[in-house]
Structure formats: C-alpha cells, structure tokens
C-alpha cells in the first residue's frame, strides 16, 4: 500500500459525459501527478501540482483540468468524454516537486467510456 | 517516438533462469526509477538511481544507470514466477520538475 488513495476504481460512462477522479496524497506530500495509461501509449504524465499551484503539464487535453486543493487533495475532470479517453487513471504523489523526490503510485481508477 | 525504449517488451523464462531488461535514450536524465506493475494496480516503486555509473542491489535485483545517464539496466537473478509483472522504467529530465518519462514496460512471465 503505498499511502496514495483513488476514488473511484472504476468508473463507466457514456460518451459526451463529464466525471471527476479524486486522490488524496501520501501523509507530508505536498506534490501531486496525474498519469494516464492506455494499451497504445502506454503511461503518459498529464499534469503536476505542487501545494495548489500547478507545476507541470504535460499532454493534457484541453477538455481535462485538474486541481489541488488545501488540504492537498487533488481532482482531475474529463470533459466530453470520447471513446478514446478509456483508460487507467493514476494519481502519484511526492513529498517534494523537484527532480529527486520519488514518486508514488495509487491503485488508479479505470475509467470506461461506452 | 519513445523517449526511454525498453527491451525486450516481451520476455517468456523459466523459473532459475537469469534475465535483463534494458532501457535506453538519447536524451540525459537527472535520475532514473524502475517499476513493477500488476495487471490492473498501480507502480510500485523498486528503485531510484541518480549518478553516473551507479549500481544498487535489492535482493536479487540489480540496477545499472549507465555513465552518460542516458540508460539503464535491471538484471534479475533466478527468476522466481513471483517476478512475473510489467517492469517499467522512468527518467526525469532536468528542468522538468518532477515529470517522470516512462518507457513501454518489459512484461515478464516466470513460468515454474
């Protein structure tokens, strides 16, 4: 158990619709990642925050948005869901934002959409 | 493109047997970390590696960040079938913050 919570595991969703992952980070971390993992592209990082301010981005979509809040937890929104957002959905977290701090995983949610 | 290409990306052995996974690029990265994933869970953190040339040992596990930090290896001695999972690894380029790299994983089967 690596001390990094998802909700939900799994989620199944139409088309057009719009769902909010949630994590909640390691106890101390102050920094939180979002990794997208798919059968093509394998895990792809999509965005960091560090205590509330947003700290890196990677290829996110423009109908996904993320946020950190104060009390560290972090929500990740995909929006006009399309078939091709099927995916595992990981959280990390950090005790630090820079190169040397490890990272560690959540169980992630999967996230079906029909 | 891949940034970090893993190799083999498939690999079938039978239990006592030696094995190496490698992980190469051409870019330099600050620190390396290698992964073990179970279908359907999450990373699990094995290793962290960070300067040139480094060795660690974890039980029957050894890592090697190369010279240059622009590759590694994971070499796994008398395969169990516990070591059966995905093996990834994961590079951090310097001034990306915290971004991790993955490669396409090396998916293991020990049979016994």
């Known amino acids: 158990d690596s001390g990094v919570t998802q909700t939900p595991k799994h989620l199944i969703t139409a088309t057009g619709q719009r769902v909010t992952l949630r994590c909640s980070p390691r106890s101390g971390d102050l920094s939180v990642y979002w990794y997208q993992q798919s059968l093509d592209q394998g895990l792809q990082f999509l965005i960091q925050y560090y205590n509330g301010e947003e700290r890196a981005k990677g290829n996110i979509l423009e109908r996904f948005s993320a946020q950190q809040f104060p009390d560290l937890h972090s929500e990740l929104n995909l929006s006009s869901l399309e078939l091709g957002d099927s995916a595992l959905y990981f959280c990390a977290s950090s005790v630090g934002a820079g190169v040397r701090y490890e990272q560690y995983f959540g169980p992630g949610t999967r996230l079906t959409v029909t | 493109t891949q940034l970090l290409e893993q190799s083999p990306q498939f690999l079938s052995i039978q239990e006592g047997e030696n094995l190496t996974v490698y992980c190469n690029s051409s870019s330099v990265f600050s620190s390396l970390q290698w992964y073990r994933q179970e279908p359907g869970e999450g990373p699990v953190l094995l290793v962290t590696?960070?300067?040139?040339?480094e060795v660690k040992k974890l039980k029957r596990l050894t890592f090697q960040f190369g010279d240059a930090r622009k590759d590694s290896s994971l070499h796994i001695t008398a395969a169990q079938p516990g070591d059966t999972g995905l093996y990834l690894c994961a590079g951090v380029r310097y001034n990306q913050g915290g971004k991790l790299i993955f490669g396409q994983g090396t998916e293991l089967s020990v049979k016994p």
């Open positions: 590696v960070v300067t040139g040339g």
